[in-house]
């Protein structure tokens, strides 16, 4: 991942106290990195940093939509994401960013990328399933819905194959005893 010069936040020259960062994340974000996930990506976040003498607080927010497949009908929507969390920034002899938490900065540092946390901030606040609004509400009209509803098991099968295998039914008097 190759960092990105428009997501540095040069700290040094601030005053104590908390400062705002905007930052616009489209699909031009998302080049460096090897994720295909997205079709499209329009997302505002916001981090504000909190400068002390011997450490800094960043508090990252984001909201947006990332244009996704339906997992059910494989239909691209625009799914609304909003995730945030926070970080400490302290200085010492190297870089280190082990912690998830917090990351470390050579002493004499003036600045710091976030294109990494922004990544990060944005692909975990896309839910694993993803399914169109249409379909949650029963207003999408799709070939795949039809046909999974053709395939869905029916109570008639369930009954039928109790009928076939009375083994169950010795099993379920062991259970009952």
């Known amino acids: 991942m190759e ?3 428009d997501f540095n936040i040069q700290f040094s020259g601030l005053k104590d106290g908390v400062h705002t960062f905007d930052f616009q994340l489209s699909e031009s974000f998302f080049e460096n990195f090897d994720n295909e996930e997205f079709n499209a990506v329009k997302a505002k976040a916001v981090v504000n ?3 002390k003498p011997t450490l ?3 508090d990252f927010s984001l909201e947006g939509y990332v244009n996704v497949y339906c ?3 494989n239909e691209p929507f625009d799914l609304a994401v909003s995730n945030s969390f926070q970080m400490v920034v ?3 002899p190297a870089y280190s960013d082990d912690h998830e938490d917090m990351i470390v900065l050579p002493h004499g540092s003036h600045q710091f990328n976030v ?3 922004l990544y990060e901030l944005l692909v975990l606040s896309v839910p694993q399933k993803r399914v169109h609004p249409g379909v949650e509400d029963g207003t999408m009209n799709s070939d795949v819905l039809e046909k999974l509803d053709q395939l869905k098991p029916s109570a008639n099968n369930h009954s039928s ?3 076939i295998d009375p083994r169950w039914d010795a099993l379920k008097k062991l259970k009952n005893k």
């Open 90 to 92: 302290k200085f010492g």
């Open 49 to 51: 940093l909190h400068k």
């Open 115 to 117: 294109t990494q946390q």
């Open 3 to 5: 960092a990105n010069v």
């Open 71 to 73: 997992d059910l009908t």
């Open 161 to 163: 194959q109790r009928e």
């Open 56 to 58: 800094m607080e960043a």
